[in-house]
């Protein structure tokens, strides 16, 4: 290492000394006022310079940070590990055994594909909610999943043992980003080198949006796409500009009533609303002291919602009382403060407040209880205003279903089965996703509203689904202590798994007469959840209005079981004295949440649970494992050896231009990857279950599309195939429908693309503002590149999807300012090209020419925005990069 300031610097402690490259060194006038978050990535830079892939002028490049200017200069970031979930992490452990193959054929050793830091992953996305309300529920849910998953449970037990540096968390444990809360993440690592151990900031990426969960303890880290992680792991930098970062002032304290829910709810609007996409977020002032990590937490999990990198707080003795109630080792937690104080990263009331690009201020005091919803998570609603704006909804609706031949069934109220369901039914309340389920406090007031209620006489509304997912054993474990389980479990809100399950999509088949209800009468029902994300179609395909509220809140509409009761004055039911049992009354108060929460929550708890684990269960220890280096890829409908590698030579072609490409998809604005990439359940006449059926699997055997991801013929026919996209090139469908335009014909998006294929033409997109919002999905990227789409033109694009599309081979090109598809007058019915790329352009023209022969064209930017980038796209996307350069060494 180069080490140009001589910051390699020696700390003691217990006897022990240990090595660390120290911000101390450089020039402290700079240094005093930088944003926490950009002395973390100072610390990388100098630990990590070489002058090769990191420079003395990359240092001072930091140094010299102008907070107001808009971001110009790239660093390479080297995070210290990785984390993956096992629905992103199936996938990427795929492509690494594919790579090992392709190292075998190009005639290299199979064995350097391998992970040269730690890797975690987390099954945690593949339970799903079948069973519920009842003591069996959780019992039964995982014997299903085992039943559907044993295929892809044998595969990551084989790249457990094939692979270096690579654990995994068995499946019942926990939610990936709770698991890395309470047990995974150490705040400051330790690295041998020779026979030195230098200490380290710990920093992270994870193959979920949400790994921005553990920036509440101080820890940087932000989600990327399963292609980007897959180069972490194999020792290459995340190249990124320096980033714009935007505080966010704190003061005051959350008054009574008030959640960690509402208050993140409140902070997702206000960030969306100011626009801090592909910046950094930090939080500081003096409200920080009020403020418990595990609602820090809440807030950092949240930040792909307001749409910034990450969401960052500081190091400081909130950060030692958590680490400590989580039953982290002694000697950690004093490493932890000393080295903190050391590098001048340590926070406290008297800390000078550093100097951002902008800054927001909040008093936690006005936070008031809200939802967000029915369909965008930074769309909150005052409490009080829930029911007058669902009304306002359902009036949209009705309107809707008088110019449609549907409102012959809207127009009746039947009785499915004894059931009387009508518009604005709560069909599923789910205590749900790490979001909630890692802060003691919703729960605890949860389990307390339960148990007010149940004394009270009230009972949860029959047609409502509910469930409880436990983001770790934790936390079962203090909700017992506590006796609240069981008032949970009264009202129906039995264990149904540990893992991500209605937030992601796995909310299970709703009962029949629920669903034969919503049909006969195209009813507009909701779910309420503790989730993070409710975007369309999402949470259940039948529910269209999904809001996310508070654990406690959940609860309540459980027990309402309607969004156009008011729970700020009308009674959520009537209790078994006769009398209206109003929301205020049974509302747990702060002081009594805080009591049992110090009566029952130990870090003795987190020991006990956190003790062994990764042993797993006996079903998962008994799994026979592959004992080959190179995996031998079994015949499996979950698990299939891709395409990407087929045919590579070590020779890199340059792009070749894209000549008279077809539209597949034209799309508006806030198209998320949940639009793009597959999930939720596998439709029976869709292409992704006649593949299936053609494989010999029974639509009950189908499972859904995210366990499914280590299989590109599933995931290639589900791309662009969520029920709610609207694709203009198939004007009054809803789906995954496009117009094969050479014959005018409506059909599937990927039985048009492979008809293009087999004629040689080439794809592109044409998208609105926000393209590629939400989880950061590889097969959002993956399967737009294996239908053939060579390039997306949109208004704007989501950073981990823009980078993603980069990382797999597809061009992302973005409209002018004030520009857009429909403002220059393009159909989609065009022919597109676009000249070979030489250089690295910022732009390129496109000509657009229509059938007539009418030809426009239009300058576009091409939104490849480092070097690095542009040596993956020229590869064919970073893997092929990586196998290069490793097949070289």
């Not at 529910?543 to 508070?550: G, P, R």
Request: overall charge negative; proline content about 6%.
């Amino acid at each position: 290492m180069t080490n140009s300031f001589q910051a390699l610097s020696q700390l003691s402690l217990g006897g022990k000394t240990f090595s660390y490259y120290s911000l101390q060194a450089l020039p402290q006038e700079k240094l005093r006022r930088l944003p926490y978050a950009l002395k973390i990535l100072l610390e990388n830079l100098l630990r990590k310079e070489d002058g090769i892939n990191v420079t003395r002028a990359d240092i001072e490049a930091v140094l010299q940070w102008k907070a107001e200017a808009e971001p110009d200069y790239q660093i390479n970031f080297t995070p210290a590990r990785v984390v993956l979930q096992d629905f992103t992490g199936v996938p990427a452990v795929v492509d690494l055994a594919a790579m090992r193959a392709a190292m075998r054929d190009l005639g290299a050793d199979p064995v350097k594909i391998n992970p040269l830091g730690p890797v975690d992953l987390v099954i945690d996305h593949s339970v799903m909610v079948d069973e519920f309300g009842s003591p069996k529920a959780l019992q039964r849910n995982i014997e299903l999943e085992f039943e559907r998953n044993r295929e892809r449970y044998q595969f990551l037990r084989w790249g457990q043992k094939a692979f270096n540096n690579f654990r995994v968390v068995p499946p019942g444990t926990g939610i990936v980003h709770q698991v890395n809360l309470e047990y995974l993440a150490q705040v400051v690592l330790k690295e041998k080198r020779g026979s030195d151990t230098v200490l380290v900031m710990d920093t992270l990426v994870g193959t979920d949006s949400h790994t921005t969960m553990i920036n509440g303890l101080g820890v940087l880290g932000w989600g990327v796409g399963g292609i980007e992680a897959e180069a972490a792991m194999l020792g290459q930098p995340i190249t990124m500009l320096i980033p714009q970062v935007v505080g966010f002032r704190l003061t005051g304290k959350l008054r009574e009533g008030a959640t960690a829910t509402d208050l993140v709810l409140t902070v997702t609007q206000m960030l969306r609303k100011a626009g801090v996409v592909g910046k950094f977020v930090e939080f500081f002032g003096p409200g920080l002291s009020n403020l418990p990590l595990a609602d820090r937490a809440t807030i950092g999990n949240m930040a792909p919602e307001y749409g910034a990198t990450c969401g960052l707080f500081p190091i400081d003795q909130e950060t030692l009382n958590y680490l400590a109630l989580s039953g982290r080792d002694p000697q950690q937690i004093e490493l932890v403060e000393a080295y903190a104080k050391a590098q001048g990263i340590w926070r406290d009331d008297s800390t000078p407040e550093a100097h951002y690009s902008s800054v927001l201020e909040l008093d936690l005091s006005t936070v008031e209880p809200s939802l967000a919803g029915p369909k965008r998570p930074q769309d909150r609603i005052a409490l009080g205003r829930v029911a007058a704006e669902f009304r306002e909804l359902l009036q949209a609706e009705q309107t809707r279903r008088s110019t449609t031949l549907a409102s012959d069934r809207g127009a009746k109220k039947s009785n499915s089965a004894g059931l009387e369901l009508k518009d604005g039914a709560v069909v599923i309340a789910a205590i749900t996703s790490c979001t909630n389920t890692s802060n003691p406090a919703v729960l605890i007031a949860a389990g307390l509203l339960a148990k007010n209620a149940y004394e009270r006489g009230l009972k949860t509304q029959p047609w409502v689904k509910t469930s409880f997912a436990p983001g770790s054993q934790v936390v079962p474990a203090y909700m017992e202590k506590a006796g609240l389980l069981e008032p949970l479990s009264k009202l129906g809100f039995d264990i149904v798994g540990f893992g991500c399950t209605t937030c992601i999509g796995n909310s299970g088949p709703l009962p029949d007469a629920v669903q034969q209800a919503i049909y006969d009468n195209d009813l507009l029902v909701a779910a309420v959840l503790s989730g993070n994300r409710n975007f369309e179609g999402r949470i259940h395909q039948d529910v269209k209005a999904n809001y996310l509220a508070s654990p406690p809140l959940v609860v309540a509409y459980a027990l309402a079981g309607n969004m156009n009761i008011d729970l700020t004055k009308e009674p959520l039911g009537t209790g078994q004295d006769g009398k209206p049992v109003y929301l205020k009354e049974i509302w747990p108060s702060q002081q009594e949440i805080s009591n049992c929460i110090a009566r029952n929550i130990s870090a003795q708890l987190y020991r006990e649970k956190y003790a062994d684990v990764f042993a797993g269960s006996e079903q998962w220890r008994s799994l026979p494992v592959p004992e080959d280096e190179v995996y031998s890829w079994p015949e499996s409908t979950y698990v299939k050896k891709p395409p990407y590698f087929d045919g590579m030579t070590m020779e890199v072609s340059p792009p070749p231009p894209i000549i008279n490409a077809r539209c597949l998809v034209k799309v508006g604005d806030s198209i998320t990857t949940d639009h793009i990439s597959p999930a939720g359940s596998i439709k029976k006449k869709s292409p992704a279950g006649e593949y299936l059926i053609s494989h010999g699997v029974e639509p009950a055997d189908f499972n859904s599309y995210g366990s499914r991801r280590g299989n590109h013929e599933v995931m290639v026919r589900g791309t662009f195939a969520n029920v709610r996209l609207r694709n203009q090139l198939a004007p009054g469908t809803e789906g995954g429908y496009t117009t094969y335009l050479p014959t005018n014909e409506q059909t599937s998006i990927y039985d048009a693309a492979m008809r293009y294929a087999a004629d040689k033409v080439p794809l592109i997109i044409l998208a609105g503002l926000e393209y590629g919002t939400g989880s950061s999905r590889d097969w959002a990227a993956k399967g737009t590149n294996l239908l053939g789409v060579k390039a997306v033109i949109a208004q704007s694009f989501e950073r981990i999807h823009r980078s993603n599309l980069v990382g797999f081979g597809v061009l992302p090109l973005q409209f002018l300012p004030g520009e857009s598809a429909d403002s220059l007058g393009l159909k989609g019915d065009e022919f597109f090209s676009i000249g070979a790329i030489e250089g690295t352009p910022k732009e390129l023209t496109v000509t657009a020419m229509s059938s007539d022969g009418a030809t426009k064209e239009f300058t576009v930017q091409v939104r490849i925005d480092t070097a690095v980038e542009w040596e993956y796209y020229r590869h064919g996307g970073i893997l092929h990069y990586v196998l290069r350069q490793l097949a070289k060494s």
